[in-house]
């Protein structure tokens, strides 16, 4: 069993920065592939970005060069920095738990979610 909590969120103009922290407990947090999804209003989640276990990461198009995962293993933390925020990152931010090896970018195949943390980018 695996619980994740978000935190990190907040109101920041466009151009600024964020960065977001999900804490993970769990005896087995190494071993998931970890990822962000978020949803904004009146829209369907999406993959954000995801980091397997061997530090492998993925981005969705819209986030590349923007956005960083990267994982602390050793406190159970997984990290997004978001730079260069625009209005259209506007939406509430999940992390996800996946126990395969490789990274997908359904959200149906991650076994954990946290509750969300909200991120609003007034322009």
């Known amino acids: 069993q695996v619980q994740l909590v978000e935190s990190g969120g907040g109101l920041v103009q466009a151009g600024g920065s964020l960065r977001l922290s999900c804490a993970a407990s769990g005896r087995f947090f190494s071993r998931y592939t970890m990822a962000w999804f978020r949803q904004a209003p009146g829209a369907e989640r999406e993959f954000v970005a995801a980091i397997t276990r061997f530090g492998n990461t993925a981005y969705a198009d819209s986030v590349k060069g923007r956005f960083t995962i990267s994982r602390d293993t050793a406190k159970n933390t997984v990290f997004l920095q978001m730079d260069s925020l625009t209005p259209e990152d506007t939406a509430a931010y999940y992390c996800?738990?996946?126990?395969?090896?490789?990274?997908?970018?359904?959200?149906?195949?991650?076994?954990?979610w946290g509750q969300g943390t909200q991120v609003t980018v007034s322009s």
């Open positions: 996800a738990a996946d126990s395969g090896t490789y990274i997908v970018l359904n959200e149906r195949e991650y076994d954990y």
